[in-house]
Each structure stands twice: as structure tokens, then as C-alpha cells.
């Protein structure tokens, strides 16, 4: 089950739009599953992330410094069923973005409930929602620790205010949303 899927059947991207407006991630992003289903996924978050760019991020692409920082709950693994909660551990990295034109490659690292950690390493895409709202979608690979090789998807929906921040002369210095972090097994 690929976390597009998952999002599709839940209709979770309907939910995360309120959510964003009261700060809370939507707990319905994620239902249930049967044991089928975590057959196919090594594991199911979500959780809020926090990017601050210096200079803020603009319409224009250009270089910036951007830290991300954010947590992660009400995970859910059939490999690892202690992993409850991460934290992303804060990371600060250099590269040429613009609100819609970037695609930006990072690594991140995970630290889980347990102590352990994952460093994946992603590159994402930003589309826009019919309702003004912002998808950057990332997808790569689990490079070390736990889950090491397993696929990474990760989908964050940012409030249509990030897009209104970014056309702004000064930009978007601080974007915060929901986030969705499915790792998947190689085949």
C-alpha cells in the first residue's frame, strides 16, 4: 500500500486542511489498518514538521539556508510495534529553492521513541491544491539505522497562507504543516 493510497481510501487531505487551521495533526490521516495491509509498510506516522528559511523562500529560486525541526506520533509498525513516536532531529542545509520551483534533495534523521534513528535521504516536489493549499512530496531511501534501504514517502500539506508568505518581498521565513512519513520494504 503506497501512502498516496492510503491517504486516497482515508480521504485524510480534506481532514489536515482543519487541522492545520487549529495547529493539531489530523488523527484520522491515518485509520486503521488490518494486518494485511502492514504486511506492505515497515511504518505509518504522522505529525507536524517546521521549515525556517533564511532569507525567506520567495517565487524566485534562489539560495537559502532552511532548518527543519518537528515530531512525529501514533506510529504504526508491524516490524517494530515499540516505535510509538520521532522526533526529527534538527537539520540545517543550503540550496537553491523557490516556492514552486524547487526541488530539493536532504537528508533527515529520525530519532524514534526507542533512541534508535533512521537518516533518510529525499528529493521533493511542491504541487498546489485546488484550495490554495501546498503538497511537497518527498520520496527516496532510508540510508542508515533502522530501516536502512527500506523506501521513504514523505507528504507534508502546507496552509495556502506559506503561498501568500512566499509572494511577499520578504518571503516565507517560517512554513509549518502536517506531515505523513510512510517507510516502505524493497521489493
Known amino acids: 500500500m503506497t501512502l498516496a493510497s492510503l491517504l486516497a481510501s482515508t480521504g485524510a487531505l480534506t481532514s489536515q486542511e482543519e487541522a492545520l487551521q487549529s495547529e493539531e495533526p489530523p488523527a484520522e490521516l491515518i485509520e486503521s489498518t488490518d494486518s494485511g495491509d502492514l504486511d506492505l509498510l515497515d511504518i505509518v506516522c504522522r505529525g507536524t514538521v517546521s521549515l525556517t528559511y533564511s532569507p525567506g523562500l520567495t517565487a524566485t529560486p534562489r539560495p537559502v539556508t532552511s ?70 512530496v518527498s520520496t527516496g531511501q532510508v540510508t542508515a539505522g533502522l530501516f536502512a534501504g527500506a523506501r521513504v514517502e514523505q507528504i507534508v500539506v502546507l496552509p495556502p497562507s506559506a503561498l501568500t508568505d512566499c509572494l511577499s518581498d520578504a518571503g516565507a521565513s517560517t512554513i509549518s504543516g502536517a506531515v505523513t512519513l510512510t517507510l516502505t520494504p524493497r521489493p
Not at 537518516?119 to 504541487?127: D, E, P, Q, R
Request: glycine share 8%; with cysteine; charged share 5%.
Open 67 to 136: 532548518t527543519s525541526t518537528g515530531w512525529l506520533t501514533g506510529c504504526v509498525s508491524a516490524t517494530y510495534p515499540t516505535l510509538l513516536s520521532a522526533t526529527f532531529v534538527p537539520d540545517t542545509g543550503t540550496s537553491v529553492q523557490g516556492c514552486l520551483l524547487s526541488t530539493p534533495r536532504f537528508a533527515q534523521t529520525l530519532r524514534w521513541n526507542t533512541g534508535q534513528t533512521s537518516t533518510y535521504a529525499v528529493t521533493s516536489f511542491i504541487t498546489l491544491e485546488p484550495d490554495g493549499a501546498s503538497l511537497v
